[in-house]
C-alpha cells in the first residue's frame, strides 16, 4: 500500500551513540518531514525538506541531521544520542506545502535512550 | 504546542455527540486541520476547512471555525467506541511550519 514506510518501529539506545531513522514514501511526495512527540507537547518540527537536495531546519534541530538525496527516502540522524531524546518520532509527507490534503504520517518510531 | 490550548481529556458515551476544541493564536494560516491519532499509530488526517469559511461537515464531523474569538472545533456526532483517540488541531504558520494542538484524548464509553 501507498504511503509513509518508517523503520525501525523500536529502538533502545545508550547515552553517546548514534543512529539513523529511515522514512521513505512512495507517493512522489516533495514535501517531507520529521517530528517528535513528547506527552503534553503535540508534535514539534525537526527538520523537513521541499524536495531532493532541499532540507532545512525546523523549531527543534539541535542534536539531529537530514539529508534527502531522493525524493523517496528522508532519514534523521541522531549525531550522539541523550536521554532528552527519548520520544516519539513521526516521519511525515505532502504533495503541497499549502495544499488541503495535508500531511500523510508513518506509523512512527519508539526511540528510548538510556 | 506553541500558541495553541486544546483540553486535555473528554469522555462522552457512545451514541452522545463530542465536541474537541482548539482556541489558537495565530491567524494568519490558510487551512486548518484536525488530526486523529489512534494508539500506536501515527496522525491520521481527518479534515480540513478554509479559514474564509465558518463551517463545515463532512459525514459525522463538523468543524465550526470562529475567527473573531480565534476558535476551532470538531463535533462527532453518534460517537463510536471507534473513535476514542487523540485528536490534534493543526495549522500551517508560514511557508512550511506546521502548528499541532497538544491533542486531546477523547474515551468513548459504552
Known amino acids: 500500500n501507498a504511503g509513509v514506510t518508517q523503520t525501525p518501529k523500536f529502538q533502545v539506545l545508550k547515552t553517546g551513540q548514534s543512529m539513523t531513522l529511515q522514512c521513505a514514501q512512495d507517493m512522489n511526495h516533495e514535501y517531507m518531514s520529521w517530528y517528535r512527540q513528547d506527552p503534553g507537547m503535540g508534535l514539534r518540527l525537526i527538520h523537513y525538506s521541499v524536495g531532493a537536495g532541499i532540507t532545512d531546519q525546523g523549531e527543534v534541530p539541535n542534536g539531529y541531521n537530514v539529508s534527502r538525496s531522493t525524493t523517496e527516502d528522508f532519514p534523521l540522524r541522531l549525531l550522539s544520542a541523550a536521554p532528552s531524546q527519548t520520544s516519539v518520532y513521526f516521519c511525515?509527507?505532502?504533495?503541497?506545502?499549502?495544499?488541503?490534503?495535508?500531511?500523510?504520517f508513518g506509523s512512527g518510531t519508539r526511540l528510548t535512550v538510556v | 504546542g506553541e500558541d495553541v490550548e486544546q483540553s486535555l481529556f473528554l469522555s462522552v458515551r457512545e451514541g452522545d455527540s463530542s465536541v474537541i476544541n482548539c482556541t489558537y493564536t495565530d491567524s494568519s494560516s490558510t487551512y486548518l486541520y484536525w488530526y486523529k491519532q489512534e494508539p500506536g499509530a501515527g496522525l491520521q488526517l481527518l479534515t480540513y476547512?478554509?479559514?474564509?469559511?465558518d463551517m463545515k461537515q463532512d459525514q459525522r464531523l463538523t468543524v465550526l471555525l470562529n475567527k473573531k474569538d480565534k476558535h476551532l472545533s470538531l463535533r462527532i456526532a453518534d460517537t463510536q467506541t471507534g473513535d476514542s483517540a487523540i485528536y490534534f488541531c493543526?495549522?500551517?504558520?508560514?511557508?512550511?511550519?506546521?502548528?499541532f494542538g497538544t491533542g486531546t484524548r477523547l474515551k468513548v464509553l459504552a
Open positions: 511525515a509527507s505532502s504533495y503541497s506545502r499549502t495544499g488541503a490534503g495535508g500531511y500523510t
Open positions: 493543526a495549522w500551517l504558520r508560514g511557508t512550511y511550519k506546521y502548528i
Open positions: 476547512i478554509f479559514s474564509n469559511m
